[in-house]
């Protein structure tokens, strides 16, 4: 079960990453040096191992990215509901501490918001496809980035948050069972030997990312080498289309 860096290597022009509505494809080589560019990113802010970011991200190519970026920095990523409104969000970023706040441009009225709201721990704002006051561009800052490793990789994990039907959300944090960027997550790890993911794998996402199992999932078939076809939105007659011109097993 390598770590994508390690596939990168074996593998650089196999497809990691395929976005279902345009096709764009992101290989294995591709993926690592743009995770390279995001953990370096990260450390150029001023994010250490530990810290916590935020991201509130429709489906996209850059939200996986971004997750093996920050896994790369060992920073503890939050992805957030895209449904939830200011004062939800408000509070996830403020409860897990984040220091980074990262949303789509599709999203930019409820971001715009919360940085009007602030908090008092997040320093920096970054929007993917497209910009807004106060926020930098992701896709320009971390273009901008060298693709080598950080000299101080660590294992970074997601923490998720319930979704506080009976109270407030509560961060769901599983720390890592290894200090080394390359140790499989235990869940991960648990999952793929329970349904057989492997390099041949190639896996249909068609739920939202921020979710805990879509998340994941492509994350468990990416540790495997295997390839996610993500979808931007579900819809039947696209997933069986999906389905058949990728051979999803």
Sequence with gaps: MPHP????????????????????????????????????LFRSLGLKKGDHIGMMLVNCRQFLEICWGAQRAGLIFTPISTHLKRDETAYILENCGAKLFIASHSLAAVAGEILALGTSRIKHYLMVDGILDGYESWDDSVGLQPAERIADEANGVPMLYSSGTTGKPKGVFLPPASDDVNAVHPLAGSLGAVFGFGEETVYLSPAPLYHAAP??????????????VVM??????????????HRVT
């Design 5 to 40: 860096a390690i596939t990168a290597e074996t593998y650089p022009h196999k497809p990691a990453i395929i976005m279902g509505a345009t096709g764009e494809v992101v290989t294995y080589a591709e993926l690592d040096e743009r995770s390279n560019q995001a953990a370096q």
């Design 215 to 228: 998340l994941h999932y492509n994350m468990m078939a990416l540790y495997q080498g295997g390839t996610s």
């Design 232 to 245: 931007e939105t579900f819809d039947a007659e696209a997933a069986l289309a999906l389905i058949e011109e």
